[in-house]
């Protein structure tokens, strides 16, 4: 039995598209950590929050088996050893806590240039390939579609051109990489981003605690990462044309102030507060308008 343990242990990929981003952003939930000398494992110092840096397509593992209680994975890499699992009438145990927004691409499948897409039907009886089988598997079947799927782990984007399939399915970004082998894209099978991946499982209570702080510090920082405090002030008169200007802000606290129905107002908002939208809340009846930067926010 493995001992039972009071740090949590984090997975993040070590060398990678989500290595800087993902440290980042669990820098900024107020961690930082301690290098061992192979680089593979960071002892967290101001918190019991250490890091495994291993390949992203041993994360889910490492999770399902309670190597680590929580990782950094793309959605594309979780969801394909998910349905995996299911597709072997195993249980997927573990999921997406939460969406992380960086690290976006799409999983598609992508015919050559020449093609007229009309719909998946076309692909019945082709050939497709792919580093993706069961998400591709999936989605083939929710369309009916009978094909043959290619499963190679690199260099997908070249099997057509050398004759091993007739289409792909593959991961896109810019599209370029495709276009560069006149491939174009013509169905989407999933929005992938980096996400918080957890076991399905109540964690052991030794780590529950500090699961909990995790994901509550991670929830502060997602939910400021774009917001701004605008401060401004208003007349009770104004609102009903300030207020509509503002829909992305949380519900605003207001105070009266000195003058006869004047309020200082201030909002957390959400989107971004341009220029132009200061001046439209200006013309509205708003002023001393003010935008400030949010560090924390604990709910
Ligand atoms: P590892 O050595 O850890 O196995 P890898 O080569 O599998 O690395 P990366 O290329 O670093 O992985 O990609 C990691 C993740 O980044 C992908 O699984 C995907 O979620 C995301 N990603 C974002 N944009 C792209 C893109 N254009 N191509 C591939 N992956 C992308
Ligand atoms: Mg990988």
């Given at each position: ?12 990929q ?8 993902a ?6 939930c ?66 997406e ?74 991961l896109?970004s ?7 082998n ?106 001393g ?11």
């Amino acid at each position: 039995m493995t001992p039972v343990r009071d740090r949590l242990r984090v997975a993040i990929q070590k060398n990678g598209r989500l290595s800087e981003p993902a440290r980042a952003l669990l820098a900024s939930c107020g961690l930082s950590w301690r290098e061992s000398p192979d680089k593979l494992f960071c002892y967290g110092e101001s918190a019991p929050v250490d890091l495994l840096l291993v390949r992203d397509d041993d994360i889910p593992g490492l999770i399902a088996s309670g190597l680590c209680d929580l990782g950094v994975v793309g959605r594309n890499v979780l969801g394909e050893q998910m349905s995996d699992l299911r597709a072997a009438n195993r249980d997927a145990s573990v999921s997406e806590l939460r969406a992380l927004g960086f690290g976006g691409c799409k999983l598609s499948i992508a015919v050559p240039n020449d093609w007229t897409w009309t719909g998946p039907a076309m692909l019945s009886g082709k050939r497709l390939a792919t580093s993706y089988p069961a998400l591709l598997r999936d989605w083939l079947d929710a369309n009916n579609v009978q094909a043959d799927i290619v499963e190679l782990s690199g260099s997908v984007e070249i099997a057509p051109r050398l004759g091993q399939a007739d289409a792909i399915c593959d991961l896109v970004s810019s599209g370029a990489t495709l276009a560069a082998n006149q491939l174009k894209p013509v169905e989407d099978i999933l929005q992938s981003e980096a996400v918080l991946a957890g076991p399905v499982r109540d964690f052991d209570p030794a780590l529950a605690g500090i699961a909990e702080m995790l994901l509550r510090r991670l929830d502060g920082v997602m939910k400021i990462r774009d917001s701004k405090l605008l401060m401004f002030q208003a007349s009770r008169a104004a609102l009903a044309d300030v207020l509509p200007l503002l829909p992305d802000a949380e519900p605003p606290t207001m105070y009266p102030i000195g003058e006869d129905g004047m309020f200082a107002m201030q909002a957390l908002c959400h989107g971004v507060v341009t220029w132009q939208r200061l001046e439209e809340l200006k013309r509205a009846g708003a002023r001393g308008l003010m935008v400030l930067p949010v560090e924390r926010m604990l709910a």
